[in-house]
């Protein structure tokens, strides 16, 4: 089992930043995968972005490329959601999830995540 608890959401104007964090307990963090979603109201999750469990290979949606930053720091077992320049479509309350899966195929598929933390709000205003 893998304990995923997110923090790090809050309110903030357009062109902010924020910074997700999402601590890990449980089974050896460096095994997984790690991946942010979100879901806004009336939508369904959607991808953000994910990173390998070396840290060799991230991916982001294209809404976010070039604003956001996946990293992780397997030592401190946790991942991070760097997010810059922010827009009101960025609006959303915000999942981390750890993934067994070894590869590239599924980091943007929810569904093949294993772990999943319980969410932070992440509100920005125009």
């Known amino acids: 089992q893998v304990q995923l608890v997110e923090s790090g959401g809050g309110l903030v104007q357009a062109g902010g930043s924020l910074r997700l964090s999402c601590a890990a307990s449980g089974r050896t963090f460096s095994m997984y995968a790690m991946g942010w979603f979100r879901q806004a109201p009336g939508k369904e999750r959607e991808f953000v972005a994910a990173i390998w469990w070396s840290g060799a290979s991230t991916y982001y949606a294209d809404s976010v490329k070039g604003r956001f930053t996946i990293s992780r720091d397997n030592a401190k077992n946790t991942a991070y959601l760097q997010m810059n320049s922010l827009k009101p479509e960025d609006t959303a309350v915000y999942y981390c999830?750890?993934?067994?899966?070894?590869?590239?195929?599924?980091?943007?598929?929810?569904?093949?995540?294993?772990?999943w933390g319980q969410g932070t709000q992440v509100t920005i205003s125009s």
């Open positions: 999830a750890a993934q067994s899966y070894r590869g590239s195929s599924y980091v943007a598929v929810p569904q093949k995540y294993d772990y």
